[in-house]
């Protein structure tokens, strides 16, 4: 169904910067750029100066950053690494396919991993933490790294949400062994299709990622390294990237306006949970609108009816996927996060007028049914 309020909104996205993204186009086709040419070097440059760290390399996905970061740090069969549960599958794919085993914790109520259950994971076996940093908030990195070190671990960071969030002024991606960064279409920085990196400041991360994007094979010299994948960021895509680029302070900006026009309005609403969070140290960009409920179901099927697009992420918890051979942790945060989360339309094209009317619809069906029902 056409919505009144979508989701995302990539026609409009693309109308709004046609003239960039057209000619960033146009420029690798009429030079016939199309694999490993100097618009990839350039993205890579400028994600690399962005997020703070010497090295990015341009992948397929971010999930080839995940899986590319953990063979990079050298992580395979019979070690175990500390990620959520709460978090898109790939994080977790990526540690069964390096060959580790995925130990899974709960996370605290901003969504990401609760540094009160690290330490009790740890094992003999433990080499990596992966933490997640959710809905464009990053984690608490202090109390993250103190843990990390003391168990000598090696912290990867999954900041498929997170481009431009930091903590204490340094950005998400730059504080691990790598940063991972997905350019699916609708995150912040988003791409016509998948497109991934990753970011580190290790030498040899970065060029055994360069490795694995091309088979193995080291380009200079032709020789195969290592059984890799075909895992490339198109030169294309690397293009309209960096078209993009410049309008991210501007889009995250108008990410934390939203953000705060639904907060006014929905402040008090039913039994909603906000997404407020501490920001002291950490600054978020408001990558989703998440809020919870324990009317979740009822409240989405109003808001489709009246033309609201929301999405939940993830309506079952990871380990009931039998397909993916997990065994229940049982991690009640996680369990009640996916029986209550919604999100709310967000994106740079999203208006205020729609908050307003999405708030409105949500107030409406809090005020018809009680506060009572389910
Ligand atoms: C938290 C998280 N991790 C990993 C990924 C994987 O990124 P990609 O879809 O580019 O493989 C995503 C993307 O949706 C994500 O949101």
Avoid at 9 to 38: M, V, W
Avoid at 108 to 136: C, W
Avoid at 279 to 296: F, L, P
């Amino acid at each position: 169904m056409g919505y009144k309020v979508p989701f995302v909104d990539p026609r409009t996205h693309y109308r709004n910067y046609k003239g960039e993204i057209d000619a960033a186009i146009f420029d690798c086709l009429s030079k016939g750029d199309l694999i490993y040419r100097q618009q990839l070097h350039n993205f890579e440059e400028m994600l690399a100066a962005f997020v703070g760290v010497k090295y990015a390399v341009g992948l397929g996905s971010g999930y080839h950053a995940l899986l590319f970061a953990l063979m990079g740090a050298s992580i395979g069969p019979g070690d175990e690494v500390i990620t959520v549960a709460h978090t898109f599958v790939a994080t977790v794919s990526a540690i069964v396919h390096c060959g580790a085993k995925p130990v899974l914790v709960d996370v605290a109520s901003d969504f990401n991993i609760d540094p009160d259950l690290i330490e009790k994971a740890v094992t003999e076996r433990t080499r990596a933490l992966m933490v997640v940093h959710l809905n464009g908030r990053i984690c608490d990195m202090a109390r993250v790294t103190e843990i990390a070190s003391k168990h000598n671990l090696v912290v990867i960071e999954d900041a498929a949400q997170s481009l431009g969030a930091t903590f204490d002024g340094r950005g998400a991606g730059s504080f691990g062994a790598a940063g991972c960064f997905s350019f699916y279409p609708f995150k912040l920085l988003g791409g016509f299709g998948d497109g991934g990196a990753l970011t580190t400041n290790d030498a040899g991360i970065a060029r055994m990622a360069s490795l694995l994007r091309f088979n193995g094979e080291d380009r200079d010299t032709g020789e195969y390294h290592h059984h890799g994948q075909t895992a490339l960021l198109d030169n294309v895509q690397a293009a309209v990237l960096s078209a993009k680029f410049p309008h991210l302070p501007a889009w995250i900006e108008h990410r934390h306006r939203i953000a705060e026009h639904y907060g006014r309005g929905l402040e008090g609403v039913g039994d909603l949970r906000l997404p407020c969070f501490r920001q002291e140290r950490q600054k978020d960009i408001s990558q989703n609108y998440v809020v919870r409920t324990t009317r979740r179901d009822a409240l989405r099927a109003h808001l489709h009816n009246e033309g609201i697009e929301t999405l939940v992420h993830w309506p079952k918890p990871m380990w009931e996927h039998r397909g993916l051979g997990l065994t229940n942790p049982g991690l009640p945060e996680t369990e009640a996060i996916c029986r209550e989360v919604i999100s709310l339309p967000m994106s740079a094209e999203t208006t205020f007028e729609q908050v307003d009317y999405t708030t409105q619809q949500i107030r409406e069906f809090f005020s018809r049914r009680g506060p009572d029902r389910r």
